[in-house]
């Protein structure tokens, strides 16, 4: 078994601590990386495991780029600014056929539940999708090959969620997980974050009531899970029109991040 770690990067000097930290910890074959519009730090392009790809604007496209260069038998998605924190995984831990997952959590912050593992599921619920937690994020998985192949592409006309569509047709499949305890991965909120609301709040309010619609038209409007999403949707489009309210006052404007938990960002630029 061996890895490819993806990481698309805006050319932020975070990168060389993701990809050193993750390289210390994970069995990684290679690092693909994709840029946007700014050149990387010429240490990292110069590491014997490190790939760099033609640059490629917007997350997902550069995301459907790199996956078409894997070779190894896993893949993972590692943003720029993360990293691995702990104990090293033994490589004798993938599996070919079941994505392996990762405790997750934000910088200076706990270790995020979720309730798939809470309640001790072989597969990631959907409800884990609606909150940043170890289950209902993407980069916490080393994925397979063949789950890649059978979940597909990322749909690239989404500009911030395009991951959680993804896992959608993902938790669709119910693949059984092996969840590990250790290493963590780091999530760390910097600046030119698609998820950092300032800036993106309508874009995001978009996204999510169209992922809402996509659960609805899968399981029907009275199942809880269609219902959660539809009241996270409708969450979010009434925080983005509080926030133009409050921008045409000229009384400042609203600030937060993806899920709510009023951790202002940055604005963004085109990668994640």
Do not use: K
Request: with cysteine.
């Amino acid at each position: 078994m061996s890895l490819t770690v993806i990481v698309a990067t805006t050319g932020r000097t975070t990168l060389a601590d993701a990809v050193r930290t993750t390289a210390g910890r994970l069995p990684v074959e290679r690092f693909l990386i994709v840029p946007a519009e700014r050149p990387i730090d010429p240490e990292v392009a110069a590491r014997a495991d490190v790939q760099v790809l033609a640059p490629v604007a917007g997350l997902f496209a550069a995301w459907n780029a790199a996956v078409a260069e894997v070779t190894t038998s896993h893949a993972m998605f590692v943003n720029d600014d993360d990293r691995l924190d702990g104990p090293p995984l033994a490589s004798d831990v993938l599996d070919a056929d079941r994505p392996v997952n990762l405790p997750f959590r934000r910088a200076g912050g706990p270790v995020r539940r979720s309730v798939s593992v809470s309640i001790g599921s072989a597969i990631v619920r959907p409800v884990d999708l609606l909150h940043a937690n170890r289950a209902g994020n993407i980069n916490s998985f080393l994925w397979p090959r063949s789950v890649l192949d059978r979940v597909g592409r990322f749909v690239t006309t989404y500009r911030s969620c395009g991951d959680i569509e993804w896992l959608l047709r993902f938790v669709a499949l119910e693949v059984p997980v092996r969840w590990l305890d250790t290493p963590t991965y780091v999530q760390g909120r910097g600046p030119e974050r698609l998820s950092a609301w300032v800036g993106n709040g309508p874009t995001i309010a978009e996204e999510r009531t169209r992922l809402a619609g996509v659960v609805t038209a899968e399981l029907g409007p009275r199942s809880a899970t269609s219902l959660l999403f539809g009241a996270w949707a409708a969450a979010h489009r009434l925080r983005a029109a509080r926030d133009a309210v409050i921008g045409r006052s000229g009384r400042g404007r609203g600030t937060g991040d993806d899920d709510g938990t009023g951790e202002g960002q940055s604005r963004t630029t085109s990668l994640r």
